[in-house]
Structures are given as structure tokens and as C-alpha cells.
């Protein structure tokens, strides 16, 4: 059964951290490039990071320096780790799996920045 479950959003300061995790199950995980996106209320739904099956890394300009995302193919699971969170960094975030014209996302966990 495919399933792509996000976790570690939360509530942080400006200036904090947080790290998110997609723990992917129901697919071959390592062939699938892996992404997050972000849906802050009343925009369009944005790519924030990308990671392909060979490791290559791409970033929103926005989030260029401050956040990293990684992949462990041994435990099917994807991350992004967001450091100097501004309250701009406030949406949903999901996850995302794509491999030629299959196209797989997660439900999303809320990142709030706010003092």
C-alpha cells in the first residue's frame, strides 16, 4: 500500500529550526525523486526542494542556504531540515515522489513561524 507520511512540523520562533521527515512506503523508494513543496494560505502550492535518485539538490531561491533536504534509501525516508525559519516559511508542507509520469504526495504537515 503507497503511502508517504510527513512528520516534525510544528510551532517555532523566528530564527528556529524544525526538521521534516516523509517515511514512504509501497513504492521502490531509491528510484523516485523526492520533493517538498509548501501551500501557505491563499497562494499556489510551491517546490521548496528536490532531490534525485542520484543525490543532485535543487532549492527555491527563497530557502537557498537555510534549508538542506537528504534522502536515506535504506529507511525509505526523505527530510528537510529548515534552519533560520522566518515567519514566510509558514505553510503546509508535503512531500512528494516522482518518478517518469507517477506522481505520489503526502497529506502534509502544518510549519508555523511565529513569536
Known amino acids: 500500500q503507497l503511502q508517504l507520511v510527513e512528520s516534525g512540523g510544528g510551532l517555532v520562533q523566528p530564527g528556529g529550526s524544525l526538521r521534516l521527515s516523509c517515511a514512504v512506503s509501497?513504492?521502490?523508494?531509491?528510484?523516485?525523486?523526492m520533493a517538498w513543496y509548501r501551500q501557505a494560505p491563499g497562494k499556489q502550492r510551491e517546490s521548496v526542494a528536490t532531490?534525485?535518485?542520484?543525490?543532485?539538490?535543487h532549492y527555491a531561491d527563497s530557502v537557498k542556504g537555510r534549508f538542506t533536504i537528504s534522502r536515506d534509501n535504506a529507511k525509505n525516508t526523505a527530510y528537510l531540515q529548515m534552519n533560520s525559519l522566518e515567519p514566510e516559511d509558514t505553510a503546509v508542507y508535503y512531500c512528494n515522489a516522482v518518478r517518469n509520469r507517477l506522481n505520489f504526495w503526502g497529506q502534509g504537515t502544518q510549519v508555523t513561524v511565529s513569536s
Open positions: 532531490i534525485t535518485t542520484g543525490d543532485s539538490e
Open positions: 509501497g513504492i521502490i523508494f531509491s528510484s523516485y525523486t
